[in-house]
């Protein structure tokens, strides 16, 4: 096992169109999260899954994104009615939930970069 | 105001040069500290964290975290052109819980 992976890489589509990522986390990591990084800023948080519970969602994710894990396993991303305001990189990251302290590292996907015509 | 306040840069240096990088934070209920590292067109990549206050040190970087001020610091001594990247702050509450980012400062070390 190579790390986060996160499918597809680019994605270009016009206003109002309808996209969906994938990211597969490390095996037997059982948190996932997605951030989404716009140009010159660091990662904002989207939300994040334990298993497959959803156990936070930011007030970033409008009612136009939508996020599942169905078997606890891989996740997708999905934006309805995509808006030139999405335009950005969908980062997913994982982490194995060791108990707190101490710090479970998140693990990075390369990113899936979006852009909205 | 943003939780975590961090200077973009662009910061360029020559190479050996000891890199200063730091982040100011408001929201007293962090207690991790971390450090990313994310080259241009990849994902962060974790260099350090550190667990409340102190310091941690790691070949040629070291962390710093004073809770008292809300400030964390990042210095790379005998920087190397490699260094080059932009370097992430980011802070949560909880060692399980999402990550708030600062902007990232963009280091360049000139060989």
């Known amino acids: 096992d190579t790390g986060v992976s996160q499918n597809p890489r680019h994605k270009i589509t016009k206003r109002g169109q309808n996209v969906t990522f994938r990211c597969d986390p490390i095996?037997?990591?059982?948190?996932l999260y997605w951030y989404r990084q716009t140009l010159g800023q660091g990662p904002e948080f989207l939300t994040y899954?334990?298993?497959?519970?959803?156990?936070?969602k930011s007030r970033l994710l409008s009612d136009r994104f939508s996020a599942e894990r169905p078997k606890g396993s891989f996740s997708t991303l999905e934006i309805q009615r995509t808006e030139q305001g999405d335009s950005a990189m969908y980062l997913c990251?994982?982490?194995?939930?060791?108990?707190?302290?101490?710090?479970?590292?998140?693990?990075f996907g390369p990113g899936t970069r979006l852009t909205v015509l | 105001q943003k939780e975590v306040e961090q200077d973009p840069g662009p910061l360029s240096v020559p190479e050996g040069a000891i890199v200063s990088l730091n982040c100011t934070y408001s929201?007293?209920?962090?207690?991790?500290f971390m450090w990313y590292r994310q080259y241009s067109r990849k994902g962060p990549e974790l260099l350090m964290y550190?667990?409340?206050?102190g310091n941690k040190e790691d070949g040629r970087f070291t962390a710093q975290v004073d809770k008292s001020s809300k400030y964390i610091s990042l210095f790379i001594r005998d920087s190397q052109p490699s260094d080059s990247a932009t370097y992430l702050c980011a802070m949560s509450g909880g060692g399980n819980t999402p990550l708030v980012f600062g902007k990232g400062t963009r280091l360049s070390v000139i060989a």
């Open positions: 990251a994982s982490s194995r939930d060791r108990g707190d302290p101490p710090y479970n590292e998140q693990f």
């Open positions: 929201n007293s209920a962090f207690q991790y």
């Open positions: 899954f334990q298993n497959e519970a959803q156990l936070e």
């Open positions: 550190t667990y409340s206050s």
């Open positions: 095996s037997e990591h059982n948190r």
